[in-house]
């Protein structure tokens, strides 16, 4: 039983296009993330989500639009796919304390053409 | 403000030699520090943790850190590396309430023959 599943697994889209990444847990932690990877392996924080609330919203274009639905899933929503998009996007759940780990998808990849 | 610092993007070191791998922390607070490895096309899986109690910490396929406060260190040991520890390894501390986790730019190990 896979803890955090994200799909796709890929994802190749034109520029200008809509897409989405779904996201869920079944692990009954509170707190779940959505973090990209760039090209270059840095890992950088997009959003926080605590009980279906969103905590960090760091400066992402308001084009990327996450949804929590209930505690388990948190979507991620992008409009009008850009170049710069290109990226791996990682979900993941913790209990959302500072001496507890985080629980890793296995990542999205994103290809803009 | 948390951040970790990784030396070195790139270590290589041959079949059963030692495994070196730096991570330095910046905390305004007692840290909880995190490595993760993340393999080819895949999420980052926990390696290990320091939370509070005994300085050296354990972990999965033979990894060790210890928490250093006077040199503001957690650096990832393993006493004889193996061709299956190619991957890329992240050192991460967490914020201090749990919303997200400052990940390191990542080490790539490569284990030559």
């Known amino acids: 039983d896979t803890a955090v599943s994200q799909t796709p697994k890929y994802l190749v889209t034109q520029m200008g296009n809509d897409k989405s990444i779904k996201c869920e847990q079944n692990l009954g932690h509170d707190t779940m993330y959505w973090y990209k990877q760039d090209s270059k392996k840095f890992l950088k924080i997009m959003f926080s989500y605590n009980n279906k609330e969103l905590i960090i919203n760091e400066t992402v274009p308001n084009r990327f639009s996450p949804k929590s639905p209930d505690k388990a899933h948190l979507n991620l929503h992008i409009n009008s796919l850009e170049l710069g998009d290109s990226a791996v996007y990682f979900c993941?759940?913790?209990?959302?304390?500072?001496?507890?780990?985080?629980?890793f998808g296995q990542g999205t990849r994103l290809t803009v053409v | 403000a948390q951040s970790v610092t990784q030396l070195g993007s790139h270590v290589s070191v041959s079949e059963g030699a030692l495994v070196l791998l730096r991570c330095n922390y910046s905390?305004?607070?007692?840290?909880?520090l995190f490595w993760y490895v993340q393999y080819p096309n895949q999420g980052l899986q926990l390696l290990l943790k320091?939370?509070?109690?005994?300085?050296l910490v354990k972990g999965i396929n033979g990894f060790e850190a210890e928490f250093k406060k006077s040199e503001t260190s957690f650096h990832l040991t393993k006493p004889s590396a193996h061709m299956s520890d190619a991957a890329e390894y992240f050192c991460?501390?967490?914020?201090?309430?749990?919303?997200?986790?400052?990940f390191g730019t990542g080490t790539s190990l490569t284990v030559i023959p």
């Open positions: 991460a501390v967490s914020d201090l309430n749990g919303n997200q986790f400052y």
């Open positions: 320091y939370t509070t109690g005994a300085t």
């Open positions: 905390s305004s607070v007692p840290p909880y």
């Open positions: 993941a759940s913790s209990q959302g304390q500072m001496n507890t780990e985080a629980f």
